[in-house]
């Protein structure tokens, strides 16, 4: 029902100067959904969550978070919202030490004592981050690089989590770890759009997927459904 969607994106097209990125795209998440997008580079799947965490403007349509038409707020309004994004190649501070990149990510929050208790959760939910905690990200390995920049999302409190391909680059245990925490964090309730190259992982873990190509919505359904698809097995599934 429209009650519980908690994003709907309604012929979205983005452009970059003269190149088209993404054409009337239509899609919803609903609340507690797993939501996972699939297709090759330079597909849209990047773009798609910028225009939803208004890093880039849309040339056409809209975008609802919780009924809210996003356009009207401002990008730091919608993380108080509830809506993070953690970018692509991590976006961490490395000159900062891995407890004041959680910190900054409650930028948005005022309820210190609630801070401080999410600070330790997040240190004992990532027990490496928790070893390292006086340490400069910059220091960190590539896991653990992505796993302070999916912690310092949580520090938000997000209903929703916009993950760019978070297992990028990783060894094979490494991604294993953060499927096995993004799994735990369906569990506790928080809706995931998640881009992925890894088309197999992404609809293993996902409810429902899109799948895009040069900006256009090629085939959308349930993500057994796609994993079953000639077509994307073919071009995705390898
Ligand atoms: P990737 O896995 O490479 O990030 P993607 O599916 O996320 O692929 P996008 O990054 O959304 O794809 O890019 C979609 C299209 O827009 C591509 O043709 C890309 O070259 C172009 N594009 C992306 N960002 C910009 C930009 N800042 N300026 C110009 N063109 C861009």
């Given at each position: 029902s429209l009650d519980s969607q908690l994003l709907v994106l309604e012929n979205v097209s983005v452009?970059?100067?003269?190149?088209?990125?993404?054409?009337?795209?239509?899609?919803?998440?609903?609340?507690?959904?797993?939501?996972?997008?699939?297709?090759?580079?330079g597909a849209g799947k990047s773009t798609t969550l910028k225009a939803i965490s208004r890093l880039v403007n849309l040339s056409q349509g809209q975008i609802l978070y919780q009924g809210r038409n996003i356009q009207r707020y401002r990008a730091e309004s919608l993380v108080s919202f509830g809506l993070a994004h953690v970018p692509e190649g991590r976006r961490i501070l490395s000159r900062l030490t891995v407890l004041d990149n959680l910190k900054l990510g409650a930028y948005c929050r005022q309820d210190w004592p609630q801070i401080k208790a999410d600070l330790a959760q997040q240190l004992q939910f990532f027990p490496r981050l928790a070893e390292r905690q006086h340490q400069l990200a910059g220091t960190l390995s590539g896991g653990e690089q992505q796993m302070l920049a999916l912690a310092r999302a949580l520090m938000s409190r997000p209903k929703l989590l916009l993950l760019d391909e978070p297992s990028l680059g990783l060894a094979p245990?490494?991604?294993?770890?953060?499927?096995?925490?993004l799994r735990e964090l369906r569990q506790q309730g928080i809706s995931l759009l998640l881009v992925e190259q890894n088309a197999n992982l992404a609809l293993a873990i996902a409810d429902r997927g899109y799948v895009l190509e040069s900006g256009e919505l090629i085939v959308s359904g349930k993500a057994q459904d796609l994993a079953e698809d000639q077509r994307v097995k073919q071009a995705y599934l390898g």
């Open positions: 452009h970059y100067g003269q190149i088209q990125a993404l054409r009337q795209f239509n899609l919803t998440i609903q609340a507690g959904e797993c939501v996972t997008l699939i297709g090759a580079n245990v490494i991604v294993q770890e953060i499927f096995r925490i």
